[in-house]
């Protein structure tokens, strides 16, 4: 008989605790009807550790989830995905060692982080039925790993609490930001990491939050994260003037295929017009 | 409002921040202290040596300045920056013939990023030691239609003057394909 019920009453946390606990072995899917697809996530166990993770959309493609981490380009994560389609994850990672592209190491540590995206974006989940099937375990050819359940119990509360704080602070994904306009603006000494710095490069009134955080896969988490520690910094606010910016096509972009999700942000600017440089080089000249 | 954005490349200690500081309305961000004491590797919280300066036009235009880290192991900071950008300066430290030849390689990789408009700024025109331009043209082989302009960072009119001769030369190219597209 599997474990079933609804997070309302039972949080990701508890649930965790119990398969830790108990040493249990089998599959947690858990399926958030109210949100748009893809919100079905399934963790596997083994004897109380996870071993492995992933949604309901095509994301733990090994290509894909390599390119999240940095270890392939955009571009060499396009073309695998064509050509080698039907190839599983297991055999694709050899491939890639063979072909000298990443190491076991960088795959070994890119599905981790991938795996534990996925549990740690669990904890936020407030409503949702999930089911436990004992012994039920991924396909042989998925590529599995072990995490301590304990360490994975903290991270997630922490990011719950910090998510709670977030998610107040920054509800809306869909305004766009602009550099700060108080000339006042303390800027100095700011150490920005390179995920920020990715995103400092995207701000643009043309740009949302959340095609930023497409542009630079990152999760709403994360953009959350960078952005309130730019606004707090006072390096960047929020910009009023999106709602024109935005074209119908990317007001669809909920509906896009994973490989289209980079094409709505703006990255090249449109031609620049004449009259934009005349303009800069009269106020160059007046400075 | 409308933002573009220039890059100000060069390679280490060629003058990027300090040309920045002369010019931008806002204290330049800049994270060198930090990097200098990072290890090796880039870590998840490294931080990188970026300068970011602005210059408002007007209500609805705005400039950004932005100087590139110049440790070689933040190159891929280069195609993230070089987005969209409307030209870029390459700032040579005019007194450091060893620092020419990674200048060269800097502008050559920035130039196969983007087909903006450059300008080479011969920074340190103030010291001795200093290399005139017309030496450093013939010493990079750079083509004579490529502009290399005497520069003192620290000197306002000096850094006006790089910015100005680097959108006289986005104008033309502007006005190039304009006039292109109607004889096309
Ligand atoms: N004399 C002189 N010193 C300069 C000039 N430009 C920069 N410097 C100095 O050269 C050093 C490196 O400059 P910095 O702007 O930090 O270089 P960056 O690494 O390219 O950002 C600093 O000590 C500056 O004060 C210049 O035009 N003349
Ligand atoms: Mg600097």
């Given at each position: 008989m599997a474990l079933k019920g609804n997070l309302r009453d039972f949080s990701t946390t508890q649930l965790l605790n119990l398969i830790n606990l108990a040493r249990k072995t089998g599959t947690l899917t858990i399926q958030d009807?109210?949100?748009?697809?893809?919100?079905t996530a399934c963790m596997s166990f083994k004897e109380g550790k996870l071993i492995y993770a992933h949604t309901?959309?095509?994301?733990?493609?090994l290509a894909k989830i390599l390119e999240t981490t940095g270890k392939l380009t955009a571009e060499q994560a396009r073309v695998i995905q064509t050509k080698a389609k039907g190839t599983n994850n297991k055999q694709l990672g050899y491939l890639l060692i063979q072909a000298g592209l990443v190491t076991q190491q960088d795959i070994t540590q890119s599905v981790r982080h991938y795996i534990l995206e996925v549990v740690y974006k669990l904890f936020?989940?407030?409503?949702g039925l999930f089911r436990f099937d004992a012994n039920e375990l991924p396909a042989d050819h998925q590529i599995t790993i072990s995490i301590d359940l304990e360490s994975v119990i903290m991270e997630g509360s922490r990011r719950l609490k910090e998510w709670e704080i977030l998610q107040e602070e920054l509800?809306?994904?869909d305004v766009a930001l602009k550099f700060?306009?108080?000339?006042?603006?303390?800027?100095?000494?700011i150490n920005l990491t390179v995920e920020e710095w990715r995103v400092v490069s995207f701000v643009?009134?043309?740009?949302t939050i959340k095609q930023i955080a497409k542009a630079n896969n990152l999760s709403d988490f994360e953009i959350r994260r960078i952005v309130y520690g730019m606004l707090q910094a006072g390096l960047v606010e929020f910009s009023r003037s999106v709602k024109t910016a935005v074209s119908p096509s990317q007001a669809t972009a909920?509906?896009?295929k994973p490989q289209d999700?980079?094409?709505?942000?703006?990255q090249q600017p449109p031609a620049v017009k004449r009259s934009i440089v005349v303009r800069l080089i009269d106020r160059i000249r007046g400075i | 409002m409308q933002a573009v954005k220039m890059v100000i490349t060069g390679p280490f200690s060629a003058g990027k921040t300090r040309f920045i500081g002369t010019i931008s309305e806002i204290d330049v961000v800049s994270t060198e202290r930090r990097i200098t004491t990072s290890a090796e590797q880039i870590k998840d919280n490294t931080t990188v040596a970026m300068d970011f300066g602005r210059i408002t036009v007007d209500d609805d235009l705005v400039l950004y300045l932005f100087g590139t880290p110049?440790?070689?192991?933040?190159?891929?900071m280069w195609d993230i920056l070089s987005q969209g950008m409307l030209g870029f300066v390459v700032m040579i430290d005019?007194?450091?013939?060893?620092?020419f030849r990674e200048a060269k390689r800097i502008l050559e990789t920035f130039e196969s990023y983007a087909s903006t408009p450059y300008v080479i700024a011969a920074n340190k025109?103030?010291?001795?030691?200093a290399w005139e331009p017309e030496d450093l043209r013939i010493i990079l082989r750079l083509d004579s239609s490529i502009k290399i302009l005497p520069c003192i960072a620290g000197n306002k009119e000096s850094v006006k003057n790089v910015l100005l001769e680097l959108l006289y030369s986005i104008l033309e190219q502007i006005d190039q394909q304009e006039a292109q597209n109607q004889t096309d």
């Open positions: 009807e109210d949100a748009q697809p893809n919100a309901g959309d095509e994301s733990n493609n936020t989940w407030t409503e509800p809306d994904l700060t306009d108080r000339p006042d603006a303390r800027l100095q000494n643009n009134p043309r740009n909920p509906t896009t999700t980079r094409q709505p942000i703006e | 110049g440790q070689r192991r933040f190159d891929f005019s007194t450091k013939p060893e620092t025109q103030d010291m001795e030691d």
